[in-house]
Each structure stands twice: as structure tokens, then as C-alpha cells.
């Protein structure tokens, strides 16, 4: 049974099992113990702990972590191509792709952060170098990111690469008909002691665990590729906080 991805440690999800269904036979491919609300909090609670100590950690140290991340997912292609595969009903070559576009991502927002510059500019009000104002960029917090069933890997890596890279602690909940590809990064992430509560996977219906993690107050921006619908689901579900939304809908 696959696990969820709590503050550094492989956890059993409490709710109720999930089967996951390979859509071009109908058969079942793997099994998984969701979270439930509990768990949820657990999550938001890891990484809003984790953000405390992330968001200093300089940053060629973030960006370490990243390729060391992406190295060790390379060493197991094989096995997350082959949950895609599964999951997805995917040719394997369209599974490559998947996985690719995860590193891809990765790399990318590896390197694109080194480029993430502030700005400084004159005080209008006094002469001409009496005065500077500083505009810094800075972490914004915790982010919470739900994933379509289409690309696990593919929307996984663009959710969770800015985030490492920036300081920020991300929580990650792929779509119940396509979690297990997502999960196990989780299960590399722990192989490599990746540091805890800065990347946390958590799979579970949308009623329970969506939730619980769109009405905290912990995440400072929800993410969501889906349909419009479910947008203004999680809108309603996370006014209890002024928060930033990034949204790709259908």
C-alpha cells in the first residue's frame, strides 16, 4: 500500500483506501491508505515548522537539494515511468515524457533562481544619492498545490521545484485517480533525507483533505491545474485568510 509524505517520514494514510486504476484496463494497479483531515493539518503544521528554518537556508544549499533530488529520481526512472504508465494508461513513451518534463523542471527552476533579483531606485523626495529605497524578493511562505490527473510528474515538478528553490514549503496533493507516480517521490525524497516538512505529499478526497488544507490559514498561496469550478471551490474554501492564487483552469 503506498504511503503519504508527512514532515520527512513515509506515513500510512487513517482514511479510507483508495484502489488506483489503470484507465486502459480497468485493472488495479495499486492501492493507497489516503490521508484524512488529521493528516492534512499534520502537513500544513510540518511545513509551516520546516519554513522557519528553510526560507534562511541560503541558497546554493536549496538549490543542492534540488539536483540532489532530481539525481535520485533519475536513478529511478524506470519504476516512477512505470506508475505513470500505470496509472495514466500511458504508452511508455508518452511515461518518458511525463518524467522528463519533471526534471526538466527541476534543473530549470534550479538554475532560474540564481536570477531572481531585487531592485533599489532614488528617494524622489530628497536630492539625487541622499536616499535609496531597496525592494527585495523573499520567501512568501507555505504553498499548497493540487494536481490534475493528466501529467503526476509533469505538474508535480512545476509545483514543487519553484517552491524548494525559493525558500518556501510546499504541500503537494495529486489527483486521487493518478497519486501513486507523485507519491513516490516522497519515498525517494525520504530515501535521501531530504530536509524535513519542506516537501510534503498527501493524497485523499477533496471534501476531507482539500479542505482542511485551502481553510488553514498556514498556506500563503494555493496552486491548482483543474476546472474552473474546482477554482472557485478552493477560493470560497480559503477565504478564511487573505492568500495569492495561481490557477490554470479548464
Not at 518556501?168 to 525517494?188: D, W
Not at 535521501?192 to 519542506?198: D, E, K, T
Not at 469550478?229 to 478552493?234: K, R, V, Y
Amino acid at each position: 500500500m503506498y504511503q503519504q509524505y508527512i514532515g520527512g517520514k513515509l506515513v500510512t494514510g487513517l482514511g479510507k483506501p483508495l484502489d488506483v486504476l489503470d484507465p486502459s484496463t480497468g485493472e488495479v494497479v495499486g492501492t493507497v491508505g489516503s490521508a484524512n483531515a488529521a493528516q492534512a493539518q499534520q502537513a500544513l503544521d510540518a511545513a509551516a515548522e520546516a519554513f522557519k528554518t528553510w526560507s534562511k537556508t541560503p541558497l546554493q544549499t536549496r538549490i543542492d537539494w534540488m539536483l540532489k533530488l532530481r539525481e535520485a529520481c533519475l536513478a529511478e526512472r524506470e519504476t516512477l515511468v512505470e506508475l505513470v504508465s500505470r496509472e495514466s494508461g500511458r504508452t511508455y513513451a508518452l511515461a518518458c515524457g511525463d518524467f522528463d518534463w519533471c526534471m526538466t523542471s527541476f534543473q530549470y527552476y534550479a538554475e532560474e533562481v540564481k536570477r531572481v533579483y531585487g531592485t533599489s531606485f532614488p528617494n524622489a523626495a530628497g536630492t539625487y544619492g541622499s536616499g535609496y529605497h531597496i525592494v527585495e524578493r523573499r520567501p512568501m511562505g507555505v504553498s499548497v498545490g493540487h494536481l490534475a490527473w493528466n501529467y503526476p510528474l509533469g505538474n508535480a515538478g512545476l509545483k514543487i521545484a519553484p517552491a524548494v528553490v525559493s525558500g518556501c514549503c510546499c504541500i503537494i496533493k495529486p489527483s486521487s485517480q493518478t497519486p501513486l507516480a507523485t507519491l513516490y517521490l516522497g519515498v525517494i525524497a525520504e530515501k535521501i533525507g531530504f530536509p524535513a516538512g519542506v516537501i510534503n505529499i498527501i493524497s485523499g478526497p477533496a471534501g476531507e483533505v482539500g479542505k482542511t488544507l485551502n481553510s488553514s490559514s498556514i498556506p500563503k498561496l494555493i496552486t491548482l491545474i483543474g476546472s474552473s469550478e474546482t477554482g472557485l471551490q478552493i477560493m470560497r474554501e480559503g477565504a478564511t485568510s487573505v492568500k495569492k492564487y495561481s490557477f490554470e483552469l479548464g
